[in-house]
């Protein structure tokens, strides 16, 4: 599984030059795109030595993959960018080959996703500097099911990254627009000659694409800022918690202390474990 620039080809790494190069056969998501970024770095395959999976034959094209690896071939795997598997095809043929009982070796590149995290500055208001982040991805196109799923995102504290299609992106900014002035970090065209990166409020994200008519041309990450969760708050969650403790099951009790309080389901876990394992001892 080799991951490829996401636009600047100079951000490949030299160990994927190797592997491409050495390989049997090149699966990948499309072979004519493939076939010119090989070209680019002066590898040359012919056509017959490239197999394509994508989205829409990848679980009939795995099976070909397999059918190869256990005749010996050794065979690489790349998307159109980035890394295969997140939000690109390469998930379901990674795990019919571990199924089959081969080896699935990835090799680490260039993603958006993390292009942009280390753009953005990840700080909560307040000044609470917050490292995790959730994958989002892609929200659902139909409009119902994207504004319910935002509507999900307003709960959550930490960081969320998201990926969107320039037909889409606008749609998805007035989405946005409800979570007011928390911050999203918006990246375009990341690593390519026009790289736009901007940080603004939720509610003025659909004025930012506006105020430009290239600004929704091209690929975009986008970055929910966390926000902070007052002290007091926590003390409260904690609270409820112990009481929910004292008379259910801890899944249960965090689950119902999460939708009680809004505190992070993770964080009351962990919260969780360390009152279960006061209690222990103190026993």
Not at 127 to 146: H, I, M, N, T, W
Request: negative net charge; glycine residues 8%; proline residues 4%.
């Amino acid at each position: 599984m080799v991951a490829t620039p996401i636009g600047n080809l100079a951000d490949v790494t030299l160990r994927a030059l190797h592997v491409l190069d050495i390989v049997d056969v090149i699966a990948c998501e499309d072979t004519r795109h493939t076939q010119g970024m090989l070209r680019a770095y002066g590898i040359d395959r012919p056509g017959a030595r490239l197999l394509a999976v994508h989205q829409h034959n990848e679980a009939e094209a795995a099976q070909a993959v397999v059918a190869r690896l256990a005749q010996g071939e050794r065979i690489a795997y790349v998307s159109d960018a980035g890394t295969p598997g997140v939000s690109d095809p390469g998930a379901r043929l990674a795990a019919a080959v571990r199924a089959a009982g081969h080896r699935v070796l990835p090799l680490p590149g260039a993603s958006s996703v993390v292009t942009l995290v280390q753009a953005a500055g990840l700080v909560a208001d307040g000044g609470d500097e917050r490292s995790a982040f959730v994958f989002a991805g892609f929200l659902p196109s139909k409009a119902g099911e994207r504004d319910a799923a935002v509507a999900e995102l307003a709960h959550e504290t930490r960081s969320v990254v998201l990926l969107e299609a320039p037909h889409r992106i606008e749609a998805l900014a007035r989405a946005l627009g409800v979570l007011g002035e928390r911050r999203i970090t918006v990246g375009r065209e990341l690593t390519k000659q026009f790289e736009e990166i901007a940080t603004v409020a939720a509610a003025a994200l659909a004025d930012w694409f506006a105020a430009g008519r290239d600004r929704t041309r091209g690929e975009f990450a986008l970055v929910l800022h966390p926000v902070a969760v007052a002290a007091d708050d926590g003390a409260e969650a904690e609270r409820v918690l112990r009481l929910l403790l004292a008379e259910l099951p801890l899944k249960t009790a965090v689950k119902l202390a999460a939708e009680i309080s809004g505190a992070p389901r993770n964080a009351l876990y962990d919260t969780a474990l360390r009152l279960r394992s006061e209690a222990e001892r103190a026993d």
